[in-house]
């Protein structure tokens, strides 16, 4: 496809479906099914997405078999992405043959033969959410899905924990984990030293004055969850790889790799350490190369499963 005249976050989010149901973990994925405590209708499962976009997760899990009883509340900071959810998850229930409830703007009833699920949605900043709703209400399983690698995680985690009833589950699949590798090479030289200054401003990003990212979010989970007196029950890589096949790109994922292309562009403009002339030559070859169909690109990812204590002998039947 050609090079993009401008740049979409939604269109971005729906072209990295397929290239994340690639990637998913299966091993931390079987993990996850193996650890849900049993839905009823008398006893829902009550899952919480943060960050969660378009509301794509809601569709794998049902896909995948898991959503039988649930509340599924999914909550994202950007209100267009909010409201794009709620158009699109009528739309996708109603194509699974599923009986569509719309109890009220934020609230979307679908329901089949031994399946019945509620799905929340709304627009607001995840520690607002956590500030509401601590010693409100609690969940079964907490899902944060290329999310975690956005934000300060010494604050977020231990906030996100807190609304886990006892012996509940924390998901984080797709957390990026330090690895920006594009096939084939331009300059070896320069390769390298666009990497490294594009996952600086990983780290060194500042929302509202405050640390926001990590490159290596994925390997310091580990430490985060014992330091929140989590344990981890499952982790294993999830890494993007994006190639064109014999048919070209799969999906929209020319256009996934435009827009990664463009974001580093965005990001490294000006950038002290990188030639002004030698960037701007690998961006336009970058693009070209996904235009020619040769563009290889893979990012280095971790899913992560942990779990809250719970009393001992305390299970959720
Ligand atoms: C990389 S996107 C991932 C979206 C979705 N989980 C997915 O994988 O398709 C990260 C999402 O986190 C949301 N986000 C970032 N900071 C947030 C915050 N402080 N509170 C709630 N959502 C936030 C963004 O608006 C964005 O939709």
Redesign the pocket.
Same mark, same amino acid.
């Given at each position: 496809m050609p090079i993009p005249r401008t740049y979409s976050f939604m269109r971005y !989010?729906t072209a990295?479906?397929s290239v994340?149901n690639r990637a998913l973990n299966r091993q931390v994925w079987q993990s996850l099914v193996a650890a849900l405590p049993c839905a009823t209708p008398e006893k829902p499962l009550q899952i919480l997405?943060?960050?969660?976009?378009?509301g794509?997760?809601v569709e794998r899990l049902f896909a995948g078999g898991m959503l039988t009883h649930a509340t599924y509340t999914a909550?994202?900071?950007?209100p267009t992405?909010i409201a794009e959810a709620r158009r699109r998850l009528p739309q996708w229930a109603v194509a699974q043959g599923l009986q569509v409830q719309q109890d009220s703007q934020a609230q979307l009833h679908v329901q089949r033969p031994g399946q019945d699920i509620m799905v929340e949605t709304e627009a607001?900043?995840?520690?607002r959410f956590v500030a509401r709703e601590q010693g409100q209400r609690t969940w079964d399983l907490l899902i944060a899905?290329?999310?975690l690698d !956005?934000?300060d995680v010494p604050t977020t985690l231990p906030a996100l924990l807190s609304l886990l009833r006892p012996g509940g589950l924390l998901y984080c699949p797709?957390t990026f984990d330090g690895g920006t590798v594009f096939q084939p090479e331009f300059d070896p030289e320069l390769d390298v030293a666009i990497e490294a200054c594009y996952h600086q401003t990983m780290d060194r990003r500042l929302i509202a004055g405050k640390p926001s990212g990590d490159s290596c979010t994925g390997r310091h989970l580990f430490a985060h969850f014992r330091a929140a007196g989590a344990e981890v029950l499952a982790a294993g890589s999830s890494d993007w790889v994006a190639f064109a096949g014999p048919n070209g790109y799969s999906a929209d994922e020319a256009y996934f790799l435009h827009f990664i292309i463009h974001t580093m562009h965005t990001a490294l403009t000006g950038h002290p350490h990188l030639d002004a002339g030698r960037f701007t030559a690998w961006i336009a070859q970058r693009h070209a190369q996904v235009e020619q169909g040769t563009l290889v690109y893979i990012a280095h990812q971790l899913d992560v499963l942990g779990r809250v204590p719970a009393p001992i002998g305390e299970t959720r039947e």
């Open positions: !989010l990295k479906q994340d997405e943060v960050g969660a976009g378009l794509t997760m909550i994202d900071l950007e992405l607001i900043d995840v520690l899905q290329a999310f !956005l934000v797709i």
